[in-house]
């Protein structure tokens, strides 16, 4: 069992920053791949970006690729999300995920734990 809970979300200017974590639960945070979702209100919720467990390889959905970075911190059981030149289409609810396994998912449907989401708006 793992619980992930969010922070870090807020409003921000288009051109600005802001830094997502997700704290995880549990003590095999190390087995699990990390993913970083986001949905817009009427869209689904679609992939932004993940880590894989172990050794760490990322992937990025390409409207992020260059602007966001995805990390792991596997001391502190945390997994954040720095966002750089934001724009308007980046507004949307952040939600934090996990696996079992080294595998990264693109679909929500692989993902067995959510965080409760943290709201990102980006205004221009």
């Known amino acids: 069992q793992v619980q992930l809970v969010e922070s870090g979300g807020g409003l921000v200017q288009a051109g600005g920053s802001l830094r997502l974590s997700c704290a995880a639960s549990g003590r095999t945070f190390s087995a699990y791949t990390m993913a970083w979702f986001r949905q817009a209100p009427g869209k689904e919720r679609e992939f932004v970006a993940a880590i894989r467990s172990r050794g760490g390889s990322t992937s990025y959905a390409d409207s992020v690729k260059g602007r966001f970075t995805i990390s792991r911190d596997y001391a502190k059981n945390t997994v954040n999300l720095e966002m750089n030149s934001l724009k308007p289409e980046d507004t949307a609810a952040y939600y934090c995920?996990?696996?079992?396994?080294?595998?990264?998912?693109?679909?929500?449907?692989?993902?067995?734990?959510w965080g409760q989401g943290t709201q990102v708006t980006v205004s221009s």
């Open positions: 995920a996990a696996r079992l396994g080294s595998g990264i998912g693109y679909s929500a449907l692989g993902y067995d734990y």
